[in-house]
C-alpha cells in the first residue's frame, strides 16, 4: 500500500474540541503523523512561541511567501495574514508521514481544489444544543464571544456538505480512533495506488 | 451517524481470494451485513441451492426482471444472464444492514452510475506472481483454465484505477478488518448524513 503521506484537513465549530482532538492524536500515533504549522501576520499571545503555535512573520515576510507560491492556501481575517507553508507538508508527505493541516474553511476548500486528493474532516459535536452548552461550559467567555462563535457555527455549518468526512465528537477516545482510520484508510485508496497499480499491470503482462 | 445501510461492491482478480474474504466478514459481523445473491439463468451446478448461492430463473422470468427495471445491474456471460435484484438491496439498505454484492467489473460499474455513492473495491493479492501461484496452488485447474484466468486478470487490472479503494488480501484476518473498516468509514460520510447536516443547521439556527 501506499507509502507517501496523505494531507487531511481538519475543520469544525469553535467549541467541537478540535485542539484536544489533535493533541491526542498526536500523542497517540506521534511517529505518523505531523502536525502542519501556519504562518501568521498577528502578533504573538503571552506563552505562544515561534515555531510552536505559529510561525510570527513580519508582513514583508509573508508577503514574499505569497509571491513565491510557497503558500499551499492563505486567508486573511481580522488584518491579518495566516496561511500554511508548502516546503514542511509536502517534505513530510514524502518521508511517508501523514500530515494535518488544522485550518478554517476558506483555506481547506482552497487546499481542496490544489490538490483533490486531500481528505477533508469536518468535526462537530453531536448537536447544536451540544455545541453551545461546550461553549457556555468554558466559563471563561462574554455572552457578546459566544454568541458571536454561535452565529460563526451557523456561517460555517453551510459548508459542511462540502467535506468528505463528518467527525462527531462526542466521545473523544472513540473520536480520536475514527479519525485515525479514516485518515489510515485514505492509504487504500486507488488514487493513492497509482504506483501499484502500474506495477500489478506490468508483471501482469509478463507472466 | 447515518443508520441507513451502505452498498458496497467487491470485485478482483479470480484467485485473489474473495470468497473467503466475504466468508469471513459474514461470518464474523453476521449482523451488519447482508450479501446480495445474484439472479442467473444458468444452470445450477451440483450443490447450488436456489436462493443461497444464486435465483436460478428462466430466461423468460429473467427478461421479465430487465423489463420491469428490477435489476440493480445485468450482464451476459457466456450466453447467460447475471443480475442483481434491486428489492432485497434497497430493503437491506432501509433497515441498517450494508449490503455487499461480490460481482464482476462491468457490473460494478454500472452500479456506481446508477448509485454514485456506492463503494467500490477491489481486491487484488499482493503481487501477480502470488496471484498466479495461488492459481497454481489450488491443483485444481488445468493450465489452459489458469491462463485463461491470468489474461483475464489483465484485461481486469485496466480498470482498477475506478475502484475507490484497493484491498491487497495478503493475511486473511488483516483483509477482512480492512474491509470491515472502509465500509464501516463510509456511514461518516458527508453524502450519507445529509439528515444530520439539515438538522444540526436548523438547530443552530434556532439557538
Tied chains: 1, 2.
Excluded: W
Amino acid at each position: 500500500m501506499s507509502q507517501k503521506g496523505i494531507l487531511a484537513v481538519v475543520s469544525g465549530f469553535s467549541g467541537a474540541g478540535k485542539g484536544t482532538l489533535m493533541k491526542a492524536l498526536l500523542e497517540r500515533y506521534a511517529q505518523q503523523y505531523a502536525l502542519s504549522i501556519s504562518a501568521t501576520t498577528r502578533k504573538p499571545r503571552v506563552g505562544e512561541e515561534h515555531g510552536r503555535e505559529y510561525f510570527f512573520l513580519e508582513k514583508d515576510a509573508f508577503e514574499q511567501l505569497i509571491a513565491e507560491d510557497a503558500l499551499i492556501e492563505h486567508a486573511c481575517y481580522v488584518g491579518n495574514y495566516y496561511g500554511t507553508p508548502k516546503s514542511y507538508v509536502l517534505e513530510q508527505m514524502e518521508a511517508g508521514r501523514d500530515v494535518i493541516l488544522e485550518i478554517e474553511i476558506q483555506g481547506a476548500l482552497e487546499v481542496k481544489k490544489k490538490f483533490p486528493e486531500t481528505l477533508l474532516l469536518f468535526v462537530t459535536p453531536p448537536s447544536a444544543k451540544e455545541l453551545e452548552s461546550r461553549l457556555r461550559g468554558r466559563g471563561t467567555e462574554t455572552e457578546a464571544v459566544i454568541r458571536d462563535r454561535l452565529s460563526r457555527a451557523v456561517e460555517e455549518a453551510e459548508f459542511m456538505e462540502q467535506y468528505d468526512y463528518i467527525l462527531v465528537n462526542d466521545d473523544l477516545d472513540t473520536c480520536v480512533q475514527d479519525m485515525h482510520r479514516l485518515i489510515q484508510a485514505q492509504h487504500q485508496r486507488c488514487s493513492e495506488n497509482r504506483d501499484f497499480i502500474r506495477q500489478m499491470k506490468q508483471e501482469l503482462n509478463e507472466l
